[in-house]
């Protein structure tokens, strides 16, 4: 019955990997760990006899004592019991001991390679995957999913010892007494059905306390990150008593789940203490009226195995559950192992030297099927040229940068660079001349430091200084009290909008890259900030082949050539006083995008403001 | 030296005071959930007492005492009494379960609670310091944790050593036999020093164990967040090593602490003792000190230690990860910094005068100079104000210090009263501020808009909407005002959110304005609408306003320009353009600027840019 509650929680998946796929990989992911396992596996069947091998021998002790003599046979026949019961006690931790260093062996080294595989994969795919996956939590692949596969192999692996367990007793139990061992087998039902009605409460309980604590979480994370706002109103009294009834409902649903849980374990020790009372009044019975042959020791042997009915039972129950989590959890790990990347690195030319030519010729392009962003596109971008591109959103301006970078693979016609096949060149001996700005900056979690050398971290002391005076960087050190120490934070979250890309400039600029793209942040900062920028950016550019998607109107401006973009075409191009003059489209844009950047525009419709423009009070 | 170990006793005290504090707080119920508890476990070590008195009596009568008829209808009554004993074992349990897990839970309630409020007190400075997943992690986690102490941490601890005492307690009182007891005493001692010695030695490697986990994560959401620039400088391979560095020294502490986990020596003595005690039980019987039934109660008695032996190196690992996480919630609530500057109950009248800045200077803890350094200031009533200066000048901490969102040196006033002598909920509320990176509330444009004002009519809304130029586009939305703006107003653009924000404001008719003014870039008409909403807005209000827009700038009655914490120029556009060649750069450099009139400026300003 709790099958109807499987995959309540997950969404369907479509099934790309048949079981038996899944199964074949593993194997082959276990195999190097042939040894620990073999030597495991041989020791839980050890250990499975050893633990039922004690009781026997002590209802033998126990039956042997209750004709007690006094001759020295005897005497030697109880040392022997008693040392015997004594060494395989001992034994049972030895066998544990055994299989969990074998396991210590395993376990991570699999997790390691596991982990490690997952991280590479993620390394070669180019960004068509990221944007598909980004939704997706890729982080957890590496997380969640690789240890949800790795408790499923483990698992597997101990499973086989609670299978055995569960066999043998039974079998020795029936060839001691028959109907005594269907007594005590009774409690295998009622505990499988306890197991599964418990498992469904359980679950129905904790996703109720899941949404709950969602709720708490997401509460907290908009009162802290509003604390401006909630402090500038000075309602924190209003967000405070919000805040209860989410914690009200958070204590309602956890206080529920762990009653349900823990309500469990009463239910078994009940069940147990029942079936521990059925046996010692049948047994009994049987042995004071001699029916069978019933002793206190077969009693002994009855009641103690009854206690690892329970383990097993409980054990296999979850069984199903977890594998089936675990396979889920592999079959999205091999969705990224296995996804081959359009981009992939399979130049063998090695350029040491570029001047910087770029030539688009005859490309097509598109992100999905049958939606083309570029058809047929050419553009020649000579050495040392500062191109902006201009365009409506949707023109096709970030998929030639996307392009020119390798970040996505494109279907038709060539991109070649000082005349040579984009793809004929070795990946990283090409980006290694191309120097990015990303329109949202991100930062490596670490220090300013670090982040500016990310692409080349031989950079002398010399070549670091000059990128941070050029990039404006050594401004905003002044403001930070450890300097280039200062942490970004995760993403660079501990610095100012400006302050990240002036550093993502800086490390553009050490790179030293002969070709230098730049998607320009539409996000603006405050009137200095942004002057830094612009001054910033034209040292940047300088003597280098730039192409910028432009966003500011100073950047147009100071464009050797600007090209206007519209559906993946090139429809104007020229100079910005040029286009200006044609009136085309360019001009069109200008009066929608960049107007209002101008130094002496002014909103119209506003005659009760007087503008002063430059001119000294009389 | 000696003066941080006062403080770190005095905050060890406080701890101290303030979490038993919360885990007494409800007395009734613990003393039931102990005495449950006791009830529990002795009723569990009395199931093999009784086996074994059964076997005894009942079942071998060794002396031949009873007929058997007698026989049967005494092991009738010790079923009977194994039931009632089972039964009353299990609705003790049930209600000792939920009591201890509605104290811990009421707990988690009452903390939470208490860390809400707490953090919402602080000032600024504090949230500037600790980032929204710390906290996040604190309130459920960390929280969690805590509560795992009480339920079941605690009670699972104490089991081993509750059923140690009632074993010995049985041992002599109803098996009789002291030299078992005698017998046991070593394994017991050598028991107890393994369960401290292991726990010892586990502490240090589960934390390493846990750090080393979070770096991986911290790496992986790193490279994947960032793929694109990993991609564009072509570093792949540095990220894998990089990685592989993590998980391996991952791996290592791993393994390390399956070996420990290994050689668990607790259950070695539990087992060793057992066997041992089958062994010279059996002799014992042999020379009539013990019977067998009790032979059979002590090997159960012992058999049943088995279970919260295991169980109690994990219960350790719960009670310090619950201690550690209430010290962790604790140290948060008492950061030093933490506490919100005092306060005078004067209710704020609004403003009539002028707003005065007498040698204010801020500094915050990770800035190596004052951020602010002795600013002196003033502005008229009605007045705009537009600041300017690079990034990290200490603008916004200017128009911050206002608000007392920090706390400062010197002195501010309005209409001549310093600031700090008004209650902090009513000179906030005559504020308006517009921050620089606007915040939405998860939550519909009507819920934002009513944020400061929760009783304004929809008449009142859709006024200020209009105000604020939003009014429109919120009715081109499908679900107009009820439209839900995403995760931080991700589902509306810039120009959007700050027209939403700008109406937030507008709602609560502040005296004076602060404007933190960056939005995304927009196009020319949406450009044009923020500008006049804003100027709607000031009309007649004192306002601060930090901007790129230079319309604004120029419009301003004063623009001061901050550099390096101080003010370096101020006055009109029209006289700053001649004077301040700082105030000159952020005009760039495609615009005829008139010659600078060298001779007039007074501050010697260092002229960045070429």
């Not at chain 1, 002793?295 to 009641?303: E, I, P, Q």
């Not at chain 1, 030539?359 to 971008?381: H, I, M």
């Not at chain 2, 959401?221 to 793929?227: E, K, L, S, V």
């Not at chain 2, 006024?463 to 604020?468: E, G, K």
Request: glycine share 8%; proline share 4%; net charge neutral.
């Amino acid at each position: 019955m709790s099958w109807i509650f499987e995959g309540i929680d997950r969404k369907d998946e479509e099934r790309k990997y048949s079981d038996w796929e899944l199964i074949k990989r593993s194997i082959k992911r276990i195999a190097p760990y042939k040894r620990p396992m073999v030597i495991s596996s041989i020791t839980m069947v050890v250990a499975t006899f050893t633990s039922l091998l004690t009781p026997l021998i002590f209802a033998n002790i126990i039956d042997t004592l209750q004709n007690p003599q006094s001759t020295e046979i005897f005497f030697w026949i109880l040392l022997a019991g008693g040392i015997s019961y004594l060494f395989l006690s001992v034994l049972s931790w030895v066998n544990d001991y055994i299989i969990n260093i074998q396991s210590a062996k395993f376990v991570p080294d699999f997790m390691v390679n596991l982990r490690g595989d997952i991280f590479s994969a993620l390394q070669e795919q180019d960004m068509k995957f990221f944007d598909k996956h980004r939704s997706g939590r890729l982080n957890s692949r590496v997380s969640s999913d690789a240890s949800d596969y790795g408790v499923a192999v483990s698992i597997v692996m101990t499973i086989v010892g609670h299978f055995l367990v569960l066999i043998f007793i039974f079998i020795i139990l029936a060839l001691i007494n028959l109907p005594l061992a269907l007594i005590s087998a009774m409690v295998i039902p009622v505990l499988l059905v306890m197991s599964f009605l418990f498992r469904k409460i359980a679950r129905i309980t904790s996703m109720s306390f899941r949404r709950a604590h969602a709720s708490v979480n997401s509460s907290m994370a908009e009162s802290v990150n509003g604390i401006q706002v909630s402090k500038s109103f000075g309602v924190e009294t209003e967000v405070l008593n919000e805040f209860k009834e989410v914690n009200e409902r958070h204590f309602i649903a956890g206080f529920r789940r762990n009653v349900s849980m823990g309500m469990f374990f009463p239910f078994v020790d009940l069940l147990s203490a029942i079936g521990t009372m059925v046996i010692l009044g049948f047994g009994g019975q049987a042995a004071i009226s001699g029916i069978g042959i019933i002793t206190a020791g077969t009693l002994y042997v009855f009641l103690s195995y009854l206690a690892r009915f329970f383990f097993p039972i409980t054990q296999l129950v979850n069984f199903y559950a977890q594998l089936q989590a675990g396979f889920a959890g592999y079959e999205r790990i091999l969705q990224v192992i296995d996804a081959e990347p359009e981009v992939q690195d399979l130049g063998n030319i090695e350029i040491d030297q570029i001047k910087g030519q770029i030539e688009f010729r005859n490309v097509n392009f598109e992100y999905v099927s049958d939606a083309p962003v570029l058809k047929d596109f050419s553009l020649t971008v000579p050495p040392g040229e500062k191109l902006a591109i201009v365009g409506h959103t949707g023109a096709g301006k970030t998929s030639i940068i996307a392009l020119l970078a390798r970040f996505y693979e494109f279907q038709g016609g060539k991109i070649l660079i000082d005349e040579i096949p984009i793809r004929n060149i070795k990946l990283k001996s090409y980006r290694k001349h191309l120097g990015m700005v990303l329109q949202t900056p991100f930062l490596f979690n670490g220090t300013i430091e670090e982040n500016i050398a990310y692409g080349r971290k031989d950079a002398s002391d010399e070549d670091l200084q000059r990128a941070l005076k050029i990039s404006r960087v050594d401004e905003i050190l002044e403001y930070l009290k450890d300097g280039l120490q200062t942490q970004v934070g995760e993403g660079g979250c501990l610095l100012s909008t400006g302050q990240r890309q002036l550093v993502s400039f800086a490390r553009a600029l050490l790179a030293d890259p002969r070709i230098l793209i730049l998607d320009e942040a539409t996000s603006s900062v405050d009137a200095y900030t942004e002057s830094m920028i612009q001054e910033s950016l034209e040292q940047l550019m300088r003597g280098r082949t730039s192409i910028v998607i432009a966003h500011r109107l100073s950047t147009v401006k100071n464009a050797d050539r600007i090209i206007v973009l519209d559906q993946g075409k090139i429809i104007e191009e020229g100079t910005h006083e040029g286009l200006l003059r044609q009136g085309g489209e360019y001009a069109n844009l200008y009066n929608t995008y960049f107007k209002h950047q101008e130094v002496a525009w002014v909103p119209e419709e506003m005659p009760q403001q007087v503008v002063i423009e430059s001119t000294p009070p009389p | 030296m000696s003066h941080n170990v006062i403080g770190l006793q005095k905050t060890q005290k406080s701890f101290i005071r303030w979490f038993s504090g919360h885990l007494t707080a409800n007395p009734l119920v613990i003393g039931s959930v102990v005495i449950g508890t006791l009830i529990v476990i002795f009723s569990r070590l009395l199931i093999p007492i009784v086996l074994g008195k059964a076997i005894d009596m009942a079942i071998i009568d060794k002396d031949d005492l009873l007929s058997p008829t007698d026989q049967l209808s005494l092991l009738r009554d010790f079923v009977l009494f194994l039931l009632v004993l089972g039964v009353v074992r299990f609705f003790i349990a049930v209600l000792t379960t939920f009591a201890n897990d509605w104290l811990s839970w009421t707990a988690q309630k009452r903390i939470r609670e208490e860390f809400f409020n707490s953090m919402q007190n602080k000032p600024l400075k504090f949230h500037d310091s600790v980032r929204t997943g710390e906290l996040m992690a604190l309130a459920t986690n960390d929280l969690g944790q805590v509560g795992g102490l009480i339920s079941p941490g605690f009670g699972m601890i104490a089991d081993v050593f509750i059923s140690i005492i009632f074993s010995a307690l049985l041992v002599i009182g109803v098996l009789n036999s002291p030299e078992l007891l005698i017998l046991s005493i070593p394994f017991f001692i050598a028991y107890l020093w393994a369960v401290f010695s292991f726990n010892q030695k586990m502490a240090p490697i589960s934390h390493t164990f846990m750090r080393k986990w979070s770096a991986i994560a911290t790496a992986v959401q790193d490279n994947i967040t960032g793929a694109e620039v990993v991609r564009a400088f072509a570093e792949e391979s540095y990220e894998r090593q990089k990685f592989m560095k993590y998980v391996l020294d991952f791996r290592g502490a791993w393994y390390r602490q399956q070996i420990l986990q290994a050689r668990y020596f607790p259950t070695l003595i539990l087992f060793a003792a057992i066997g041992f005690s089958v062994l010279a039980g059996s002799f014992l019987i042999m020379f009539d000190r013990l019977t067998i039934g009790g032979l059979i109660s002590y090997n159960g008695l012992l058999i049943s230690l088995m279970v919260p032996t295991y169980v109690i190196s994990f219960a350790i690992q719960i009670f310090n990860a619950g201690l550690a996480g209430a010290r962790r919630i604790h140290e948060m609530e008492v950061r030093e910094e933490g506490e919100e500057n005092g306060q005078g109950d004067k209710e704020f009248p609004g403003i009539s005068g002028i707003i005065r800045f007498k040698d204010v200077s801020f500094k915050y803890p990770t800035s190596r100079k004052p951020v602010l350094d002795k600013i002196n200031l003033a502005v008229a009533p009605g007045q705009t104000i537009a600041i300017v200066g690079p990034t990290g000048s200490g603008k916004s901490s200017l128009t911050n210090l206002l608000l007392r969102l920090y706390d400062y040196e010197g002195e501010i006033t309005i209409d001549g009263i310093n600031i700090k002598e008004y209650s902090l909920e009513s000179l906030r509320k005559s504020f308006g501020r517009i921050e620089q990176d606007i915040y939405l509330f998860p939550r519909s444009i009507r819920e934002n808009i009513i944020f400061g004002a929760r009783n304004a009519s929809d008449v009142d809304v859709k006024q200020v909407a209009r105000l604020a130029q939003a009014h429109d586009f919120i009715m081109k939305l499908p679900k107009r005002y009820d439209t839900y703006v995403g995760e931080g107003g991700s589902q509306l653009s810039g120009g959007q959110r700050q027209r939403v924000a700008l109406a937030r404001t507008f709602l609560t008719n502040p005296s004076i304005l602060i404007f933190d003014d960056s939005t995304s870039s927009v196009d020319s008409r949406t450009e044009e609408k923020i500008v006049k909403a804003i100027n709607t807005v000031i009309q007649g209000r004192t306002t601060f306003v930090i901007t790129h827009r230079l319309s604004t700038i120029r419009q301003a009655d004063c623009v001061i320009v901050l550099k390096g914490g101080k003010i370096v120029a101020k006055g009109h556009h029209s006289k700053l353009i001649l004077t301040s060649p700082d105030y000159r750069r952020i005009f760039g450099k495609n615009v005829e600027l008139p010659p600078l009139e060298v001779s007039r400026t007074s501050i010697t300003p260092t002229f960045g840019g070429s």
